[in-house]
Nanobody, 111 residues
Framework: QVQVVESGGGLVQAGGSLRLSCVVS????????IVWYRKAQGKPREYVAV???????SYATSVAGRFTITRDNAENTVWLQMDSLKFEDTGVYSC?????WGQGTQVTVSS
């Protein structure tokens, strides 16, 4: 059974940093792309960043230059380093692989 578990969210002041993690179990992690999404209250879910199975990365324009996505296939883990956080980064951050989703982790940035 595939499980996706996110962690690392919390409350941070604007300008601060958080590091989210996404651990995937029950499948061949290294063979798949991993995508981070976020959903703010009252808004649709939006794409944040992707890391491919080969390690290539891509970011939404709104986070490029501030967020960094990395992966460790030996640990079945993807991280999302978020720096220079802004109020508008607030939301529930979820990790996705194929059709599998985690429960998400709440990030709240105070202005």
């Amino acid at each position: 059974q595939v499980q996706v578990v996110e962690s690392g969210g919390g409350l941070v002041q604007a300008g601060g940093s958080l590091r989210l993690s996404c651990v995937v179990s029950g499948t061949t992690f290294s063979a798949n792309n991993i995508v981070w999404y976020r959903k703010a209250q009252g808004k649709p879910r939006e794409y944040v960043a992707v890391i491919t199975k080969s390690g290539q990365t891509s970011y939404a324009t709104s986070v490029a230059g501030r967020f960094t996505i990395t992966r460790d296939n030996a640990e079945n883990t993807v991280w999302l380093q978020m720096d220079s956080l802004k109020f508008e980064d607030t939301g529930v951050y979820s990790c996705n692989m194929l059709e599998y989703w985690g429960q998400g982790t709440q990030v709240t940035v105070s202005s």
